[in-house]
């Protein structure tokens, strides 16, 4: 059975029937889907979900579809790793990663899309669409390809060619746009309105599709043995996701599937686009768009559509933020590769470098019980990192310059 | 000369449905005062008690976000169109 009830404006708190729509026709604030937990309540149990499928979709009764037939990719349930060598470079007690690394397309956006087009499918919409900053991209064109949708896929030109390739490959339009992701994103914003029949994932079914994002939070809660971390970092694109881990904790906590305490969010940002970073880390109650600068193209949303409601999450949970540069970044991901063996994308190389500022700076505590999200796999952004990876040493092919190696 | 602006769907009610409009106005904020003169009621969509722009409404000039521009102050030249565009999409 559905638990879903409708969707209400997160401002007015206007309601509205379950409908490709994503913005209230008053107040233009956006719209979230309501839930019937009371009837959840002696149904939804921990056994009821442990007994259910190793992907997002064991989480059902708490999303607002049901799996579609041959769409999914078998997205989620990915590893909480214990990072206890990363734990003991920082002075951490407990340190985990969730690894989303390893979901079908290689990052977490697998979880929104596959939660989006099944709605997208039960709403009759006929052509999946997105604007992107590339996993998005990815994830479209391989869910589409799967469910045999036609799909259009916005992306800006400079994009990582990696990011492209791997959208491009699924058979889908893939149309570059010589612009940035904000630029993009309200070209998709207008043509949403012309193609009333198409389920532009992050546009006129975002509702649904942000909802995927508290399966990060269920999932985290349920491998710790159903308990909630203290503390977990969260990187801010467009701060969907951090509000709907967030969301995803209360709810565990509402049905009593977890004992109730605070679970303090903490955001990372690339300095070359952190709008909410700053607004956070100067005491400011609004959000200044930015342009992006940043090799983080996977965060570079320099007008974060819930950029405020982030930066409300972080402040009310006792959370932080940090900003960190493209040179901290990328010696994120090289600390987390070599002392943890996970290699994470861009995004993932801010979330680290983020933490340890955090913790640097006492924002963490060493005695807390600690998530970092990394949300990308660092095969998509191999070329962010230039020549800082290589041969450490080039030898002859005869055994005595390798042993001559050894010896010095 | 009159500036076109682009309405979106959720405020097309109060301008019978037309996705377009076309009134005077040499600044941003003229050009919303005389939409409300044309279509009365879309001023209080737009903007809050205080005359600011609403969170999650996105005007641009041409292609530029107002808000990197000079707001609600913007001045706007003739031929150069406005588009209002609801802010929640992306990411």
């Known amino acids: 059975m559905s638990f879903v009830e409708s969707l209400c404006c997160r401002e007015c708190g206007k309601a509205y029937p379950i409908s490709a729509l994503n913005a209230c026709e008053f107040c233009f604030g956006p719209l979230e889907v309501i839930y019937d937990y009371d009837s959840m309540k002696g149904i939804v149990s921990r056994s009821k979900i442990e007994s259910g499928p190793q992907t997002i979709w064991r989480y059902s009764d708490l999303l607002p579809t049901k799996a579609s037939p041959n769409l999914d990719l078998s997205t989620g349930f990915t590893p909480l790793l214990r990072a206890d060598h990363l734990a003991a470079e920082l002075g951490l007690n407990s340190l985990y990663l969730k690894d989303d690394t390893r979901n079908p397309t290689g990052s977490f956006k697998d979880r929104v899309v596959s939660v989006a087009l099944s709605k997208a499918r039960e709403l009759g919409l006929k052509v999946a669409a997105c604007p992107s900053t590339g996993n998005l991209a990815n994830s479209v064109a391989a869910h589409a390809a799967r469910a045999g949708m036609e799909a259009y896929i916005f992306v800006p030109s400079n994009l990582e060619h990696n990011k492209i390739a791997m959208s491009a490959i699924f058979g889908g339009h893939v149309i570059a746009v010589d612009g940035n992701y904000d630029q993009v994103n309200r070209l998709c914003a207008e043509l949403a309105m012309l193609h009333d029949d198409w389920a532009f994932v992050n546009v006129n079914v975002r509702p649904y599709y942000a909802e995927g994002s508290k399966t990060l939070a269920f999932e985290v809660a349920e491998q710790l043995g159903w308990q909630l971390p203290d503390h977990v970092v969260v990187p801010i694109a467009s701060g969907s996701q951090l509000t709907k881990i967030y969301k995803g904790f209360n709810e565990l906590t509402r049905l009593g599937l977890v004992p109730e305490s605070q679970v303090r969010i903490s955001g990372a940002q690339a300095q070359g686009c952190s709008p909410v970073a700053e607004a956070f880390l100067s005491g400011a109650d609004y959000i200044k768009p930015v342009k992006p600068d940043t090799i983080a193209k996977s965060l570079a949303i320099g007008n974060p559509a819930d950029g405020w409601y982030a930066l409300e999450t972080i402040r009310k949970t006792g959370g932080s933020a940090a900003a960190v540069s493209d040179d901290e970044l990328l010696e994120g991901i090289g600390l987390l590769a070599k002392t943890e063996g996970v290699f994470a994308e861009t995004a993932g190389g801010v979330t680290i470098a983020s933490l340890v500022k955090l913790v640097n700076s006492g924002a963490i505590k060493r005695d807390e019980t600690v998530v970092a999200y990394i949300t990308g796999n660092g095969l998509k952004t191999i070329e962010a990192l230039g020549d800082r990876v290589g041969p450490t040493n080039t030898i002859a092919p005869s055994v005595d310059a390798f042993e001559e190696l050894l010896r010095l | ?91």
């Open chain 2, 1 to 91: 000369m009159p500036t076109t602006v682009r309405i979106p769907t959720q405020l097309r009610s109060l301008t019978g449905g037309n996705s377009e409009a076309t009134v005077e106005g040499a600044t941003v904020k003229e050009v919303i005062n005389n939409l409300e003169k044309d279509y009365p009621g879309i001023g209080e969509r737009l903007l809050d008690e205080s005359g600011n722009l609403r969170r999650f409404v996105n005007v641009y000039l041409v292609d530029e976000d107002i808000r990197f521009l000079n707001g609600l102050n913007t001045e706007v030249s003739p031929g150069q169109s406005l588009s209002i565009v609801p802010a929640v999409a992306g990411g």
